[in-house]
């Protein structure tokens, strides 16, 4: 990612698809099993959209963790008086505490990974009857058209929800809940304000055709093709 598009992404309320209320769906799940002294571990946090909500609708003490400086001053900015704990580092390097986190929560980054090695890395740090959850790209059939190929060539490793689940069930995971993301926070959430500000960006740095014409592209495809891909919510528990 450029240093232009990374800015891109940090100006953005959100850094992916998703919205408060799936959060707080997600949430539901695993919120008997969170105390006041419980600890999250938000992976992939970005500027902090579901950190925020976690923070604001539960009292544990929040650890929010991204790869990128840019994404960890913004939510940094925004922290307030909420109890959250930002560090930027990639979480295999960040000297995370094995078995301490009631949960490890993470929208949108297990795809770095690979939804397999995400759940194979992330199984250490959730203690034992803790939970994970996270959201990953799949697709929605066993069939899909053409076009919705695209996704498979940017992530090899996509697959169907159905093989999810059996990656967590291998990893000694008890799957509780899956659901996929509303339209609305496709687009409205993301992508629309993505459209908007497309042009402006386009203008400033005309280098970045190349960053632009795939964000158009996916954008066309959600509008095309949304029924046979989403991103999904896993919530489970360690056995």
């Keep these: 990612m450029t240093e232009a598009e990374e800015q891109f992404f940090t100006d953005l309320p959100q850094q992916g698809p998703g919205s408060d209320y799936e959060t707080l769906k997600a949430l539901a799940y695993v919120r008997q099993g969170l105390q006041r002294d419980s600890h999250i571990l938000n992976i992939?946090?970005?500027?902090?959209?579901?950190?925020?909500?976690?923070a604001d609708h539960t009292d544990a003490a929040i650890t929010a963790v991204d790869r990128s400086a840019r994404f960890i001053e913004k939510l940094k900015s925004l922290r307030g008086k909420r109890s959250v704990t930002a560090l930027c580092a990639d979480c295999r390097e960040a000297g995370?505490?094995?078995?301490?986190?009631?949960?490890?929560?993470?929208?949108?980054?297990?795809?770095?990974?690979?939804?397999?090695?995400?759940?194979?890395?992330?199984?250490?740090?959730?203690?034992?009857k803790g939970f994970l959850v996270l959201t990953d790209l799949v697709f929605m059939g066993r069939h899909?058209?053409?076009?919705?190929?695209?996704?498979?060539?940017?992530?090899?490793?996509?697959?169907?929800?159905?093989?999810?689940?059996?990656?967590?069930?291998?990893?000694?995971?008890?799957?509780?809940?899956t659901f996929p993301?509303?339209?609305?926070?496709?687009?409205?959430?993301?992508?629309?304000?993505?459209?908007?500000?497309?042009?402006?960006?386009?203008?400033?740095?005309?280098?970045?055709?190349?960053?632009?014409?795939?964000?158009?592209?996916?954008?066309?495809?959600?509008?095309?093709?949304?029924?046979?891909?989403?991103?999904?919510?896993?919530v489970a528990q360690k056995i």
Excluded at 44 to 54: E, I, S
Excluded at 146 to 152: I, Q
Excluded at 183 to 191: I, N, T, V
Aim: proline share 6%.
């Design 144 to 177: 899909y058209p053409y076009e919705v190929g695209y996704f498979k060539k940017i992530y090899p490793q996509m697959s169907a929800l159905s093989a999810s689940v059996a990656i967590l069930e291998a990893e000694d995971f008890r799957p509780i809940a």
């Design 44 to 54: 992939g946090c970005g500027t902090g959209r579901d950190t925020f909500c976690l």
């Design 181 to 234: 993301l509303s339209e609305q926070a496709w687009m409205p959430c993301f992508y629309d304000i993505i459209e908007r500000r497309l042009p402006q960006f386009e203008r400033k740095y005309p280098e970045e055709k190349t960053f632009v014409r795939t964000l158009r592209k996916e954008i066309q495809l959600r509008r095309d093709f949304a029924e046979y891909y989403n991103m999904v919510f896993f």
């Design 96 to 128: 995370l505490q094995a078995g301490s986190y009631d949960a490890v929560w993470s929208e949108g980054a297990a795809r770095h990974l690979g939804f397999a090695e995400a759940v194979r890395q992330w199984h250490p740090l959730v203690r034992p």
